[in-house]
Structure formats: structure tokens, C-alpha cells
């Protein structure tokens, strides 16, 4: 059972390791560029209504990696929301990795 679980966790290790090596986030950095996020995130409750209504969630105080991993899910196309993949499409890695920091670090 231990070494199932052990080849598991390599696997898990190897895979990460295997993408590109991931920019380090800069929160300083990003000051430049959330202005075009905070239209949407910095209103608490905010809704979009293109094409449908849709709940703005709340992304500061997020683990950086998970929002990382939902930005390029966006960019990907895994996740379809169409503001977020437009945005997402303009955002370079080390865009996201800066802002995934700032937003991480930013508890309000
Ligand atoms: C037009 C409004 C709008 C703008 C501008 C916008 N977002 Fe979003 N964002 C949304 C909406 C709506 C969602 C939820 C979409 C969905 O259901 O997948 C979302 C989702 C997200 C998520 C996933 C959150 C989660 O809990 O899964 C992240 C991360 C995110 N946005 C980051 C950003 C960043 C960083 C920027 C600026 C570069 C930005 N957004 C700009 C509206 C916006």
C-alpha cells in the first residue's frame, strides 16, 4: 500500500515538475496590472450579465496556486467563461504567476 501511494506522489511530483519552470510571482508587479481585473473582482457581490449572469467570485485571499491553475485554465480553454478567457488570453505567465502572488496576499 505505501509504495502504491509512494508511486503516486512520484507521479504526481514528476508531472509538475515536467511543465515548464513556473515564473515566480511578483505582488509589486502586478500593481501594473490589475487594473483590469479590479472592474470585476474589486466589487464584492459584483455580477457580469455576458452572456448570462454570472457571480463575480471573490479571488483575493486565494491560494496562489489555485489561482494560477484558474487563469490558465482559462487560457487553455479548460474553464470557458468568455471575459475571463479573453483576459486570461492576454495574461503571459509570469502576468499570471504576479498576480496569482498579489491576489494571494491581498486578504480583505
Ligand atoms: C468582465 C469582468 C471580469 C474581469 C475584468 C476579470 N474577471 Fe476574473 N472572473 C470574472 C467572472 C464572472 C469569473 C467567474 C467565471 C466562471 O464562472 O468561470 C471570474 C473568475 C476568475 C478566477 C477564478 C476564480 C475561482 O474562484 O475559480 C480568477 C482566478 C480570476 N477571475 C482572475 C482574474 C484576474 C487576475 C483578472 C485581471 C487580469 C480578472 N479576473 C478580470 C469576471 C472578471
Known amino acids: 500500500m505505501k509504495t502504491i501511494l509512494g508511486c503516486i506522489l512520484f507521479v504526481l511530483a514528476g508531472s509538475a515538475l515536467a511543465q ?3 515564473p515566480v510571482g511578483n505582488a509589486e508587479a502586478a500593481k501594473s496590472k490589475i487594473s483590469m ?3 470585476c473582482h474589486g466589487i464584492p457581490g459584483y455580477k457580469t450579465v455576458f452572456p448570462h449572469v454570472y457571480h463575480v467570485p471573490m479571488i483575493t485571499g486565494q491560494q ?28 503571459s505567465d509570469q502576468d499570471m504567476a504576479d498576480l496569482a502572488a ?3 496576499s491581498e486578504h480583505q
Open 37 to 39: 481585473c479590479t472592474g
Open 102 to 104: 498579489y491576489y494571494s
Open 20 to 22: 515548464a519552470p513556473a
Open 64 to 91: 496562489p496556486v489555485y489561482l494560477l491553475n484558474a487563469l490558465q485554465a482559462y487560457k487553455s480553454g479548460a474553464r470557458t467563461h468568455p471575459s475571463m478567457r479573453g483576459i486570461a488570453q492576454s495574461l
